[in-house]
Protein backbone atom coordinates (compact mmCIF):
# COMPACT_ATOMS: atom_id res chain seq x y z
CA UNK A 1 0.00 0.00 0.00
CA UNK A 2 2.61 2.46 -1.05
CA UNK A 3 1.37 5.89 -1.71
CA UNK A 4 2.68 9.40 -2.70
CA UNK A 5 1.66 12.39 -0.32
CA UNK A 6 1.81 15.34 -1.52
CA UNK A 7 1.10 18.91 0.25
CA UNK A 8 0.44 21.86 -2.58
CA UNK A 9 1.43 25.04 -3.21
CA UNK A 10 5.64 25.41 -3.94
CA UNK A 11 6.85 26.05 -7.19
CA UNK A 12 9.24 23.89 -8.86
CA UNK A 13 12.84 25.74 -8.79
CA UNK A 14 16.02 24.11 -10.01
CA UNK A 15 17.86 21.45 -12.32
CA UNK A 16 16.05 18.05 -13.45
CA UNK A 17 18.25 15.44 -15.15
CA UNK A 18 16.13 13.53 -17.77
CA UNK A 19 16.83 9.60 -17.70
CA UNK A 20 17.14 6.93 -20.66
CA UNK A 21 13.38 6.46 -22.57
CA UNK A 22 11.62 3.58 -20.96
CA UNK A 23 10.15 3.35 -24.63
CA UNK A 24 13.35 3.14 -25.94
CA UNK A 25 14.97 0.44 -23.71
CA UNK A 26 12.07 -1.93 -23.60
CA UNK A 27 12.63 -2.70 -27.31
CA UNK A 28 16.26 -2.63 -27.06
CA UNK A 29 15.95 -4.74 -24.11
CA UNK A 30 13.86 -7.48 -26.51
CA UNK A 31 16.34 -6.81 -29.30
CA UNK A 32 18.87 -8.79 -27.22
CA UNK A 33 17.66 -11.48 -27.52
CA UNK A 34 18.58 -11.51 -31.63
CA UNK A 35 22.24 -11.35 -30.63
CA UNK A 36 24.17 -14.54 -29.65
CA UNK A 37 26.88 -12.11 -28.12
CA UNK A 38 27.36 -9.13 -25.21
CA UNK A 39 25.35 -6.09 -25.50
CA UNK A 40 26.15 -3.15 -23.03
CA UNK A 41 23.26 -0.60 -22.68
CA UNK A 42 24.39 2.40 -20.97
CA UNK A 43 21.31 4.73 -19.79
CA UNK A 44 18.62 2.40 -18.65
CA UNK A 45 16.54 3.50 -16.65
CA UNK A 46 15.64 2.11 -13.27
CA UNK A 47 11.45 1.61 -13.45
CA UNK A 48 9.67 -1.53 -13.25
CA UNK A 49 9.06 -2.02 -16.83
CA UNK A 50 12.82 -2.59 -17.05
CA UNK A 51 13.33 -4.72 -14.21
CA UNK A 52 10.67 -6.90 -15.38
CA UNK A 53 12.18 -7.03 -18.87
CA UNK A 54 15.24 -7.48 -17.28
CA UNK A 55 13.24 -10.78 -15.12
CA UNK A 56 12.09 -11.84 -18.29
CA UNK A 57 14.69 -12.20 -20.05
CA UNK A 58 17.21 -13.75 -17.28
CA UNK A 59 14.28 -16.54 -16.46
CA UNK A 60 14.49 -17.34 -20.28
CA UNK A 61 18.48 -17.95 -19.59
CA UNK A 62 19.73 -14.96 -20.59
CA UNK A 63 22.93 -13.78 -18.37
CA UNK A 64 22.16 -10.04 -17.33
CA UNK A 65 25.17 -8.06 -15.21
CA UNK A 66 24.73 -4.83 -13.37
CA UNK A 67 27.24 -2.91 -14.29
CA UNK A 68 26.48 0.09 -12.93
CA UNK A 69 23.91 2.42 -11.73
CA UNK A 70 21.80 2.70 -15.19
CA UNK A 71 24.32 0.20 -16.89
CA UNK A 72 23.15 -3.54 -17.74
CA UNK A 73 25.08 -6.16 -19.61
CA UNK A 74 22.92 -8.67 -21.60
CA UNK A 75 23.73 -11.80 -22.77
CA UNK A 76 21.63 -13.98 -24.58
CA UNK A 77 23.40 -16.51 -26.07
CA UNK A 78 22.20 -19.39 -24.71
CA UNK A 79 18.32 -17.90 -24.04
CA UNK A 80 15.55 -20.16 -24.47
CA UNK A 81 13.35 -19.81 -27.07
CA UNK A 82 9.38 -19.76 -25.82
CA UNK A 83 9.93 -20.20 -22.05
CA UNK A 84 8.97 -16.72 -21.15
CA UNK A 85 7.03 -16.82 -17.89
CA UNK A 86 3.41 -16.10 -18.55
CA UNK A 87 2.98 -14.52 -15.61
CA UNK A 88 5.53 -11.85 -15.94
CA UNK A 89 4.84 -11.04 -19.68
CA UNK A 90 1.00 -10.32 -18.47
CA UNK A 91 2.24 -7.31 -16.85
CA UNK A 92 3.53 -5.61 -19.24
CA UNK A 93 2.70 -4.64 -22.66
CA UNK A 94 6.11 -4.50 -24.27
CA UNK A 95 6.63 -8.21 -23.63
CA UNK A 96 5.20 -8.73 -26.99
CA UNK A 97 8.51 -7.25 -28.34
CA UNK A 98 9.25 -11.05 -27.59
CA UNK A 99 7.34 -12.42 -30.48
CA UNK A 100 9.55 -9.91 -33.35
CA UNK A 101 12.73 -11.32 -31.44
CA UNK A 102 12.40 -14.79 -31.18
CA UNK A 103 10.56 -15.43 -34.42
CA UNK A 104 13.63 -13.29 -35.93
CA UNK A 105 16.16 -15.60 -34.27
CA UNK A 106 14.32 -19.14 -34.16
CA UNK A 107 12.15 -19.04 -36.59
CA UNK A 108 9.09 -19.49 -34.06
CA UNK A 109 7.63 -17.68 -31.35
CA UNK A 110 5.14 -17.80 -28.08
CA UNK A 111 4.54 -15.95 -25.83
CA UNK A 112 1.55 -15.22 -23.55
CA UNK A 113 -0.59 -12.50 -24.25
CA UNK A 114 0.81 -9.07 -23.03
CA UNK A 115 -0.19 -6.75 -20.09
CA UNK A 116 -0.18 -3.11 -20.15
CA UNK A 117 -1.93 0.24 -18.91
CA UNK A 118 -5.63 -0.40 -20.17
CA UNK A 119 -6.83 2.58 -22.61
CA UNK A 120 -9.55 0.26 -24.59
CA UNK A 121 -9.05 -1.78 -27.54
CA UNK A 122 -5.51 -2.11 -27.94
CA UNK A 123 -5.31 -5.01 -30.06
CA UNK A 124 -2.35 -6.73 -32.30
CA UNK A 125 -4.06 -7.16 -35.58
CA UNK A 126 -0.95 -4.89 -37.57
CA UNK A 127 1.92 -6.95 -35.94
CA UNK A 128 0.01 -10.26 -36.90
CA UNK A 129 -0.06 -8.83 -40.23
CA UNK A 130 3.28 -8.35 -40.02
CA UNK A 131 4.32 -11.74 -38.71
CA UNK A 132 2.32 -13.35 -41.59
CA UNK A 133 3.92 -10.86 -44.00
CA UNK A 134 7.34 -12.08 -43.41
CA UNK A 135 6.03 -15.58 -43.22
CA UNK A 136 4.75 -16.66 -40.20
CA UNK A 137 1.40 -18.67 -39.48
CA UNK A 138 0.23 -17.18 -36.45
CA UNK A 139 -1.85 -19.04 -33.71
CA UNK A 140 -3.98 -17.98 -31.19
CA UNK A 141 -6.07 -20.39 -29.85
CA UNK A 142 -3.95 -21.59 -27.06
CA UNK A 143 -4.05 -19.12 -24.54
CA UNK A 144 -1.30 -17.57 -26.38
CA UNK A 145 0.86 -16.38 -29.34
CA UNK A 146 2.43 -18.88 -31.32
CA UNK A 147 3.93 -18.06 -34.68
CA UNK A 148 5.91 -20.69 -36.91
CA UNK A 149 8.05 -20.12 -40.15
CA UNK A 150 8.64 -23.03 -41.48
CA UNK A 151 10.06 -22.39 -44.42
CA UNK A 152 12.41 -19.24 -42.95
CA UNK A 153 11.36 -15.95 -41.98
CA UNK A 154 11.68 -14.15 -45.34
CA UNK A 155 11.89 -9.95 -46.89
CA UNK A 156 8.72 -9.06 -47.62
CA UNK A 157 6.24 -5.73 -48.23
CA UNK A 158 4.15 -5.00 -45.25
CA UNK A 159 2.01 -1.87 -45.18
CA UNK A 160 0.01 -0.98 -41.82
CA UNK A 161 -3.43 -0.10 -42.13
CA UNK A 162 -2.91 2.10 -38.72
CA UNK A 163 0.60 3.92 -37.71
CA UNK A 164 1.40 1.28 -34.74
CA UNK A 165 4.71 1.94 -33.16
CA UNK A 166 4.34 -1.60 -31.25
CA UNK A 167 3.54 -3.23 -35.00
CA UNK A 168 6.70 -1.25 -36.12
CA UNK A 169 8.86 -2.12 -34.11
CA UNK A 170 8.18 -6.13 -33.73
CA UNK A 171 8.41 -6.09 -37.50
CA UNK A 172 11.71 -4.49 -37.53
CA UNK A 173 13.17 -7.18 -34.89
CA UNK A 174 11.91 -10.31 -37.33
CA UNK A 175 12.94 -8.78 -40.23
CA UNK A 176 16.58 -7.76 -38.88
CA UNK A 177 17.80 -11.85 -39.64
CA UNK A 178 15.78 -12.26 -42.42
CA UNK A 179 16.21 -13.85 -45.81
CA UNK A 180 15.77 -10.96 -48.20
CA UNK A 181 15.01 -7.14 -47.81
CA UNK A 182 11.50 -6.16 -46.06
CA UNK A 183 9.92 -3.34 -46.70
CA UNK A 184 7.64 -1.51 -43.96
CA UNK A 185 5.29 1.33 -45.14
CA UNK A 186 2.93 3.76 -43.04
CA UNK A 187 5.79 2.63 -40.09
CA UNK A 188 5.72 4.42 -36.98
CA UNK A 189 7.96 7.59 -36.44
CA UNK A 190 8.61 7.93 -32.78
CA UNK A 191 12.69 9.08 -31.67
CA UNK A 192 12.42 5.11 -29.80
CA UNK A 193 11.61 3.22 -33.29
CA UNK A 194 15.32 5.60 -34.32
CA UNK A 195 16.85 4.52 -31.64
CA UNK A 196 15.90 0.89 -31.66
CA UNK A 197 17.10 1.01 -35.62
CA UNK A 198 20.64 2.47 -34.22
CA UNK A 199 21.23 0.10 -32.02
CA UNK A 200 20.37 -2.98 -34.42
CA UNK A 201 22.93 -1.30 -36.84
CA UNK A 202 25.28 -0.96 -34.22
CA UNK A 203 25.18 -4.51 -33.93
CA UNK A 204 25.22 -5.27 -37.64
CA UNK A 205 22.22 -5.12 -38.62
CA UNK A 206 21.13 -2.84 -42.01
CA UNK A 207 18.21 -0.62 -41.64
CA UNK A 208 17.30 2.69 -43.14
CA UNK A 209 14.95 5.07 -42.80
CA UNK A 210 13.65 4.94 -39.30
CA UNK A 211 12.00 8.18 -38.30
CA UNK A 212 10.34 8.45 -41.83
CA UNK A 213 7.05 6.57 -42.75
CA UNK A 214 8.92 3.81 -44.83
CA UNK A 215 11.96 1.59 -43.37
CA UNK A 216 13.92 -0.49 -45.29
CA UNK A 217 15.47 -3.67 -43.52
CA UNK A 218 18.27 -5.90 -45.68
CA UNK A 219 18.28 -8.74 -43.86
CA UNK A 220 21.44 -10.42 -42.53
CA UNK A 221 22.82 -13.56 -41.00
CA UNK A 222 23.79 -12.40 -37.34
CA UNK A 223 24.73 -9.65 -35.20
CA UNK A 224 27.42 -8.94 -32.97
CA UNK A 225 27.43 -7.10 -29.48
CA UNK A 226 27.81 -3.73 -28.77
CA UNK A 227 27.68 -1.23 -26.23
CA UNK A 228 25.00 1.61 -26.82
CA UNK A 229 23.53 4.36 -24.87
CA UNK A 230 19.45 4.86 -24.78
CA UNK A 231 18.28 8.32 -25.86
CA UNK A 232 16.81 10.34 -22.95
CA UNK A 233 12.69 10.21 -22.24
CA UNK A 234 11.03 12.94 -23.81
CA UNK A 235 8.08 12.00 -22.08
CA UNK A 236 9.87 12.11 -18.95
CA UNK A 237 10.57 15.78 -20.11
CA UNK A 238 7.62 16.74 -21.03
CA UNK A 239 5.95 15.60 -17.66
CA UNK A 240 8.72 18.03 -15.53
CA UNK A 241 8.09 20.70 -18.33
CA UNK A 242 4.17 20.71 -17.29
CA UNK A 243 5.01 20.65 -13.77
CA UNK A 244 7.11 23.89 -14.01
CA UNK A 245 4.49 25.32 -16.11
CA UNK A 246 1.27 24.43 -13.75
CA UNK A 247 4.16 25.35 -10.44
CA UNK A 248 4.64 28.93 -11.86
CA UNK A 249 8.02 27.67 -11.40
CA UNK A 250 11.45 27.69 -13.31
CA UNK A 251 13.07 24.37 -14.27
CA UNK A 252 15.98 23.32 -16.45
CA UNK A 253 16.22 20.12 -17.99
CA UNK A 254 19.24 18.58 -19.05
CA UNK A 255 19.88 15.79 -20.76
CA UNK A 256 17.72 16.03 -23.62
CA UNK A 257 16.96 15.88 -27.46
CA UNK A 258 15.19 19.37 -27.33
CA UNK A 259 13.69 18.61 -30.91
CA UNK A 260 11.63 15.77 -29.38
CA UNK A 261 10.20 17.77 -27.52
CA UNK A 262 8.62 20.46 -29.95
CA UNK A 263 4.94 19.91 -30.10
CA UNK A 264 5.32 20.01 -26.13
CA UNK A 265 7.15 23.34 -26.33
CA UNK A 266 4.77 24.73 -28.78
CA UNK A 267 1.25 24.02 -26.41
CA UNK A 268 3.21 25.17 -23.56
CA UNK A 269 4.18 28.83 -25.31
CA UNK A 270 0.89 28.88 -26.45
CA UNK A 271 -0.30 27.76 -23.13
CA UNK A 272 1.60 31.15 -21.89
CA UNK A 273 4.81 29.31 -20.60
CA UNK A 274 8.07 30.42 -21.74
CA UNK A 275 10.51 27.77 -23.46
CA UNK A 276 14.02 28.24 -23.79
CA UNK A 277 15.81 25.59 -25.69
CA UNK A 278 19.64 25.09 -25.75
CA UNK A 279 21.96 22.00 -27.14
CA UNK A 280 20.63 19.12 -25.23
CA UNK A 281 18.90 21.61 -22.16
CA UNK A 282 15.41 23.51 -22.19
CA UNK A 283 14.65 25.77 -19.58
CA UNK A 284 10.55 26.31 -18.76
CA UNK A 285 9.45 29.41 -17.09
CA UNK A 286 5.41 29.12 -15.41
CA UNK A 287 3.62 32.39 -15.79
CA UNK A 288 0.97 33.42 -12.80
CA UNK A 289 -1.96 33.30 -15.63
CA UNK A 290 -2.11 30.19 -17.85
CA UNK A 291 -3.95 30.71 -20.99
CA UNK A 292 -6.38 28.24 -22.53
CA UNK A 293 -5.59 26.13 -25.07
CA UNK A 294 -7.06 23.11 -27.60
CA UNK A 295 -5.11 19.85 -28.00
CA UNK A 296 -5.34 16.82 -30.15
CA UNK A 297 -3.30 14.32 -29.75
CA UNK A 298 -1.19 12.75 -32.42
CA UNK A 299 1.46 9.90 -33.60
CA UNK A 300 4.89 11.21 -33.55
CA UNK A 301 5.84 14.02 -34.54
CA UNK A 302 1.94 15.03 -33.24
CA UNK A 303 1.11 15.86 -29.53
CA UNK A 304 2.28 12.55 -27.80
CA UNK A 305 -0.61 10.83 -26.61
CA UNK A 306 1.84 10.13 -23.42
CA UNK A 307 1.45 13.73 -22.54
CA UNK A 308 -2.40 14.46 -22.94
CA UNK A 309 -3.17 13.88 -18.97
CA UNK A 310 -0.42 15.89 -17.66
CA UNK A 311 -1.39 18.83 -20.12
CA UNK A 312 -5.14 18.56 -19.21
CA UNK A 313 -4.22 19.52 -15.60
CA UNK A 314 -2.66 22.32 -16.65
CA UNK A 315 -5.54 23.46 -18.75
CA UNK A 316 -7.61 23.30 -15.33
CA UNK A 317 -5.51 26.33 -14.48
CA UNK A 318 -6.49 28.16 -17.45
CA UNK A 319 -8.84 30.89 -18.06
CA UNK A 320 -11.71 29.78 -20.29
CA UNK A 321 -12.47 26.39 -21.83
CA UNK A 322 -10.15 24.20 -23.39
CA UNK A 323 -10.62 21.16 -25.03
CA UNK A 324 -8.45 18.05 -25.53
CA UNK A 325 -9.10 15.47 -27.54
CA UNK A 326 -7.61 12.40 -27.80
CA UNK A 327 -6.32 10.70 -31.67
CA UNK A 328 -4.98 7.45 -30.39
CA UNK A 329 -6.70 5.20 -27.43
CA UNK A 330 -10.44 5.45 -27.09
CA UNK A 331 -10.30 5.12 -22.84
CA UNK A 332 -7.48 7.41 -22.24
CA UNK A 333 -9.80 10.26 -20.07
CA UNK A 334 -10.76 7.46 -17.06
CA UNK A 335 -8.19 10.24 -15.21
CA UNK A 336 -10.80 12.97 -15.35
CA UNK A 337 -12.81 11.07 -12.47
CA UNK A 338 -9.76 11.98 -9.92
CA UNK A 339 -9.52 15.56 -11.39
CA UNK A 340 -12.73 15.84 -10.68
CA UNK A 341 -12.58 14.88 -6.98
CA UNK A 342 -9.75 17.74 -6.47
CA UNK A 343 -12.17 20.66 -7.89
CA UNK A 344 -11.54 20.37 -11.45
CA UNK A 345 -14.66 20.84 -14.07
CA UNK A 346 -14.40 18.45 -16.66
CA UNK A 347 -16.74 17.04 -19.45
CA UNK A 348 -16.06 13.86 -21.86
CA UNK A 349 -17.90 13.37 -24.78
CA UNK A 350 -16.42 10.66 -26.99
CA UNK A 351 -13.02 11.18 -27.34
CA UNK A 352 -12.74 14.43 -26.21
CA UNK A 353 -12.83 16.29 -23.02
CA UNK A 354 -14.12 19.80 -22.34
CA UNK A 355 -12.16 21.59 -19.80
CA UNK A 356 -13.62 24.66 -17.96
CA UNK A 357 -10.71 25.91 -16.54
CA UNK A 358 -9.85 28.35 -13.46
CA UNK A 359 -11.23 26.49 -10.58
CA UNK A 360 -8.67 25.79 -7.52
CA UNK A 361 -7.66 22.47 -7.38
CA UNK A 362 -7.63 21.17 -4.17
CA UNK A 363 -5.81 18.42 -2.05
CA UNK A 364 -8.09 14.92 -2.12
CA UNK A 365 -7.59 11.11 -1.91
CA UNK A 366 -7.00 9.94 -5.53
CA UNK A 367 -5.88 6.87 -7.93
CA UNK A 368 -2.88 6.52 -10.48
CA UNK A 369 -5.78 5.05 -13.02
CA UNK A 370 -2.33 4.34 -15.36
CA UNK A 371 1.24 5.22 -15.98
CA UNK A 372 0.01 9.11 -16.94
CA UNK A 373 -2.52 9.17 -15.85
CA UNK A 374 -0.88 8.64 -11.96
CA UNK A 375 1.85 11.55 -12.79
CA UNK A 376 -0.89 13.52 -13.81
CA UNK A 377 -2.43 13.25 -10.10
CA UNK A 378 0.90 13.73 -8.90
CA UNK A 379 1.27 18.03 -10.91
CA UNK A 380 -2.50 18.34 -9.69
CA UNK A 381 -1.25 17.81 -5.82
CA UNK A 382 1.88 19.93 -6.34
CA UNK A 383 -0.77 22.97 -7.54
CA UNK A 384 -3.89 22.11 -5.68
CA UNK A 385 -4.67 23.76 -2.21
CA UNK A 386 -4.44 21.36 0.76
CA UNK A 387 -2.79 17.20 0.59
CA UNK A 388 -3.12 15.10 -1.90
CA UNK A 389 -2.93 11.23 -1.16
CA UNK A 390 -2.26 9.12 -4.75
CA UNK A 391 -2.88 5.08 -3.94
CA UNK A 392 -1.55 2.57 -6.68
CA UNK A 393 1.39 4.41 -7.39
CA UNK A 394 3.00 1.50 -8.94
CA UNK A 395 1.77 2.19 -12.39
CA UNK A 396 3.34 5.53 -12.03
CA UNK A 397 7.13 3.73 -10.95
CA UNK A 398 6.58 1.64 -14.05
CA UNK A 399 7.73 4.40 -16.10
CA UNK A 400 9.28 7.64 -13.86
CA UNK A 401 12.75 6.76 -12.12
CA UNK A 402 12.89 8.64 -8.76
CA UNK A 403 10.00 10.81 -9.65
CA UNK A 404 9.66 11.73 -5.78
CA UNK A 405 13.10 12.17 -5.64
CA UNK A 406 13.32 14.57 -8.61
CA UNK A 407 10.10 16.60 -7.67
CA UNK A 408 11.61 16.69 -3.65
CA UNK A 409 14.95 18.04 -4.97
CA UNK A 410 12.89 20.84 -7.06
CA UNK A 411 11.29 21.97 -4.40
CA UNK A 412 8.02 20.29 -4.16
CA UNK A 413 6.79 19.33 -0.70
CA UNK A 414 6.13 15.14 -1.64
CA UNK A 415 6.91 11.99 0.19
CA UNK A 416 6.83 8.25 -0.69
CA UNK A 417 4.85 6.48 2.31
CA UNK A 418 3.97 2.75 3.37
CA UNK A 419 0.90 2.16 4.79
CA UNK A 420 -0.83 -1.36 5.72
CA UNK A 421 -2.94 -2.99 3.48
CA UNK A 422 -6.81 -2.72 5.43
CA UNK A 423 -7.17 -6.00 4.15
CA UNK A 424 -4.32 -7.56 5.86
CA UNK A 425 -4.95 -5.73 9.36
CA UNK A 426 -6.42 -8.05 11.80
CA UNK A 427 -9.70 -7.58 12.71
CA UNK A 428 -10.42 -6.18 16.20
CA UNK A 429 -11.99 -8.03 18.71
CA UNK A 430 -16.02 -6.77 19.65
CA UNK A 431 -17.09 -7.17 23.38
CA UNK A 432 -20.80 -8.23 22.90
CA UNK A 433 -21.41 -9.09 26.43
Same mark, same amino acid.
Request: with cysteine.
Given at each position: ?6 ? $? ?24 ? *? ?79 PGG ?18 GGT ?41 ? $? ?28 ? /? ?37 ? $? ?15 ? /? ?50 LAD ?18 ? =? ?9 ? $??? /? ?6 ? =? ?19 ? *? ?28 ? /? ?21
Amino acid at each position: MDKIIIN $GGNPLHGTVEISGMKNAALPIIYACV *LVEDKCVIENIPNVRDVELSLNILRKMGATIKTLGKNTVEIDCTHINQGTSDPELVKKIRASYYLLGSELGRFGKAKVAYPGGCDFGGRPIDQHIRGFESLGGTVCTDSGCIEIDADEGVCGAHIYFDIVSVGATINAMLAAALAD $GNTVIENAAREPHIVDLANFLNTCGARISG /AGTDVIRVKGVNSLHGCTYAIIPDMIEAGTYMVAAAATG $GCVKLTNVIPKHLESVS /AKLEEAGAVVDEFDDSVIVTGKVKVRKANVKTHPYPGFPTDMQPQMAVLLCLADGVSYVSEGVYEKRFRYVEE =LIKMGASIKVD $GRT /AVIEGGKP =LHGAPVIAVDLRAGVAMAIAG *LVAEGTTEISDIHLIERGYDDIVGKFKMLG /ADIKKVSLPDPEELPLKKVNLA
